[in-house]
């Protein structure tokens, strides 16, 4: 992510907020996306939940009382928006499964080895995905995972080791990696 | 496949199914809905009809409040009058009173009744 946030807040200071959101939207579009989206797998569920974040941004962001950085608040709140979508997407995935082609090109192995990856990450459970996906995407590191989703080190570091373990179990339950 | 080969690769790999305008549009997007949707307009509009509403609500009570009483009150009954009424009061059987009620109108009696507070919402329905 990339943002001024020295910028931002003197839009906000001078009431510019529109002009505050746009700043914000274009430095952290890309990255909130893929968060989001490796969160909850669907384009247009991370579409929703993208736009969502920030409307929330801009109707609480004059509030913001600048004792954290703005990146840690966008996180958080794209985290607690995408888990709260989640929660409601989870049932009917609990059981579902991935289309996986049977062709033997390499390229293609791969292909579907990347469907069984994004399906396991799509099994883990809340948290351990919004961990997983922080670290491995985001590439936050966990004293700031801690600040965002207001969790131990420790804590989150165990839920990261727990989510991989699963994700490789998943697929070496369907031949995808070996033991 | 190894995991350190799929590990290493999943993070490159491009996201599907995103349209190729998506991130050039997101901003316009996100914007018309605050414009358009309940931010912040909307929330100016809400914020303003309920003081309306507020307003209007203060002013009835107030004028429940303040408007000169009318002198229709049981004490100022004839004795007839106020041993109906009192009947009401004490019994809400209307079938057994109503064939004592005579002159009284029910318009008459309702009056009373509200002139004396009563906010008994069964005796007002049945004297519907």
Redesign the interface.
Known sequence: MSIDEAQIRRLIAEGDL?AA??KI??GT??TL??II?KMSV??YLA?DI??EV??KV??HIPKFEWNSALTTWLYRITINETMGQIKKEARRKESGDVEVDKAEDASV??EN??KH?DHAVSLLPERQRAVFVMK??GESSFREMAEILDQSEGGLKANYHHAVQKI?AH?KSKE???S | MKWEEIEKRAKKQPLSGVPTDYFDTLEEKVMNKIHEGSLPGNRVRLQKILLQSAAVLVLLIGLFYFLPKSDLNPENLSMEEQYYFYMYQEDLDLEEVWPELDDLSVDTLESWILQAHISDDILIDELY
């Open positions: 529109e959101l746009r939207i274009q579009k890309v996306y893929q989206r669907d384009h579409d993208l736009q920030y409307i801009f109707r192995d791969f080895a990347m990856f491995y995407y490789k697929l995808i990696i070996s």
